[in-house]
């Protein structure tokens, strides 16, 4: 049940975590932490469970501890539920899928335009599996055959999207990477050589295609050796976890869009992290 406090605004919410703000009509809910020395402005990282779009929820021990690490880093973070599917009678179809992953992606539009209302500066969406299937369908172009059946993305809301344990290719092969363009945003791939529920050729394929589009250095996409599904979110490769190098991937994009500000324009070169290998 929602307890939602009559707040219009980021600086009414206490230090500290608000429960249950309902985001949408539909009376989903997300929890919104605020940092007690905020240090990253009224941005906002919104993390988004996983559960093969079947269970979860928005304070799962993932969702918690990630948490505590932006808040412990200066940033406001939320983490939000989502539509849930039951189990399919007739077996995990393809329609099934696109049902499902729409479902939800519009879900995760609504809790951004939610956020934005309360005068966030700009959002940071970071997902885990099916979570991170909803990210990346708000990196798709404009003419990806599901563009009537999602809801307006606020593509200049959003900073930057993490896709950890994510593809854009249904287990049955389906892809929809090809729907992915030029004007693709800044995106980092986190994916488990060991992981057998979302392959690496998801991922891969994603990073290729921003390759043949000629923007490589807009998708940062690390492939970690002997990561397992279960164990990418706390593994740590080189002493550094996902959550380690997100915050040195968001870094180099402030540093990068100060130094447009000022009339300079220098390109994105990605350092590599001992331990980590980057496709």
Not at 158 to 177: A, C, E
Not at 247 to 256: A, C, D, N, Q, R
Request: glycine residues 10%; negative net charge.
């Amino acid at each position: 049940k929602s307890t939602t406090p009559p707040y219009t605004n980021l600086a009414q919410f206490p230090v500290g975590k608000t429960d249950n703000l309902t985001y949408n009509a539909d009376l989903h809910n997300l929890d919104l932490y605020i940092p007690s020395h905020p240090a990253q402005g009224l941005d906002v990282v919104l993390y988004v469970h996983g559960g093969y779009f079947l269970y979860g929820d928005e304070e799962d021990d993932d969702a918690i501890n990630t948490m505590a690490r932006l808040n412990s880093d200066g940033y406001i973070a939320a983490s939000m539920t989502y539509s849930l599917q039951p189990n399919p009678t007739d077996g995990f179809t393809q329609e099934w899928w696109i049902n499902s992953v729409v479902e939800a992606t519009n879900d995760l539009i609504d809790a951004i335009q939610y956020i934005k209302g309360l005068g966030a500066t700009g959002i940071h969406i970071m997902g885990y599996s099916a979570g991170a299937v909803m990210v990346l369908m708000t990196a798709l172009g404009n003419n990806h055959p599901f563009t009537s059946m999602l809801k307006q993305i606020p593509t200049d809301f959003i900073l930057t999207r993490t896709s950890i344990g994510g593809s854009l290719t249904t287990p049955d092969g389906y892809s929809i990477v090809d729907y992915l363009d030029t004007n693709g945003p800044q995106l980092l791939l986190w994916n488990g050589t060991a992981d057998t529920t979302v392959e690496q050729a998801g991922a891969i394929a994603i990073k290729q295609k921003y390759i043949d589009l000629g923007q490589s250095e807009k998708c940062r996409f690390y492939l970690l050796e002997g990561a397992t599904h279960a164990s990418i979110l706390v593994d740590a490769y080189g002493g550094k976890t996902i959550l380690d190098v997100w915050g040195s991937f968001v870094e180099s994009l402030e540093f990068y869009d100060i130094e447009q500000q000022n009339g300079e324009i220098h390109s994105r070169t990605w350092r590599a992290e001992e331990g980590i290998k980057i496709a």
